[in-house]
């Protein structure tokens, strides 16, 4: 963990709150609607262009939300909160608990001896005030697996309960191995914290650079082609073009032990969308493509707003010791099994 949400946290919160929908309170008797004050209405200063006159993209973006990716029951049929709604949802967020732990620091599931909630920063809007990051299909969930994808993964969960938990360093997750975020993506998706991104564009490249694990994306806008499929990549091999003032990125060519969700590598296709809204508005969209995975595609829409704050260094490396303890643990129990026979 960083340190990142204990100092940025507090920057931020000052702008977060002030974004949460208030209920106006009835003026007191008597007064006249003349006494009212008049609501200000912002305005937003228009979206930056580059040199070369696409619209820029360059910035520092927060991701972090409250909405989850897929609608939770309760709101079936309600893809969209009212103002009101959305403030009591955030509010009993707030007394809920702290979503992976409980308040009081004691672990819940696979977490144990976690941080208290001082330490996470999941964002404390709703996106848009809907009930799912999830906008196609309308049912805000992800499509069901094929009959081959349950297939394959029955297969892969098979294939791996033939080795321990820890017999070596690929069987621990790309995560934990410090390689990959899992928010960092592509995609990016929020998460428990470090939901912020880096922006550089040129007129040949854009650069992405996640604040998780700090994984730089080189996307080149120069029209090359893909690179060969036996060519494959911690994270994909992305290219962007433009289509109006919309930045379309599509990235292949990912590595089997990379794609969430058991996609398969040789067919899926990633498809992002990025758009500058307004100046402090950063308009971020993906498509998740594998016919053999899913009965339908599915897309995820996820507003950004231009961070308070700039990235603050994770050192993942230089602070795991999960990967040796983990490793040594295993080793120290083959070495007991052993002498035990």
């Known amino acids: 963990m960083n340190s990142r949400t204990a100092i940025a946290k507090w920057i931020r919160t000052l702008s977060i709150v002030t974004a949460i929908p208030l209920v106006a309170a009835s003026p007191a008797a008597g007064q ?3 006494s009212n004050t008049t609501r200000k209405v912002e305005t937003k200063k ?23 990716l897929e609608r939770p029951t309760a709101f079936a049929g309600k893809p969209v909160l009212t103002d009101q709604e959305a403030a009591t949802y955030l509010n009993g967020l707030a007394k809920d608990g ?6 009081d620091g004691s672990a819940l599931g696979r977490l144990e001896s976690a941080y208290d909630g001082f330490w996470f920063d999941w ?18 969930r992800v499509p069901v697996l094929t009959a081959e994808a349950q297939t394959r993964v029955a297969a892969r ?10 017999d070596g360093p690929e069987d621990l997750s790309v995560a934990d191995r410090c390689l990959i975020g899992f928010n960092a993506g592509p995609p990016m ?15 040949d490249y854009l650069v992405i650079v996640n604040e998780m694990i700090h994984n730089a994306r080189i996307v080149p806008l120069d029209g090359r082609p893909h690179l060969s499929t036996n060519m494959r990549q911690w994270v994909g091999d992305s290219r962007g073009r433009w ?19 058991s996609v398969d590598p040789e067919r899926f296709r990633l498809i992002e969308r990025f758009r500058r809204a307004d100046a402090a508005t950063l308009h971020y969209e993906y498509t998740m493509e594998d016919a053999t995975t899913w009965t339908k595609a599915w897309t ?6 231009e961070s308070a704050a700039p990235p603050y260094e994770y050192a993942c490396h230089e602070g795991n010791y999960s990967m040796f303890n983990r490793l040594s643990g295993a080793r120290a129990d083959e070495q007991a099994a052993a002498k035990g026979r």
């Open 32 to 34: 006249t609607a003349q």
């Open 46 to 68: 228009p979206a930056p262009r580059a040199a070369d006159g696409r619209p820029d993209l360059t910035g520092t973006w927060n991701f972090g939300t409250a909405t989850p």
């Open 98 to 103: 702290c979503r992976i732990i409980n308040c």
């Open 123 to 140: 964002g404390d809007t709703l996106a848009d005030n809907r009930t799912s990051l999830i906008v196609d299909p309308a049912d805000g």
């Open 157 to 166: 969960q098979a294939e791996r309960k033939r080795r321990g938990p820890a």
């Open 189 to 203: 998706a929020p998460g428990a914290y470090n939901n912020v991104t880096q922006i550089f564009q040129t007129a």
């Open 243 to 261: 289509e109006g003032d919309t930045l379309v990125v599509e990235t292949t060519n990912f590595r089997r032990d990379v794609p969430s969700r």
């Open 300 to 305: 995820v829409r996820i507003p950004m707003t």
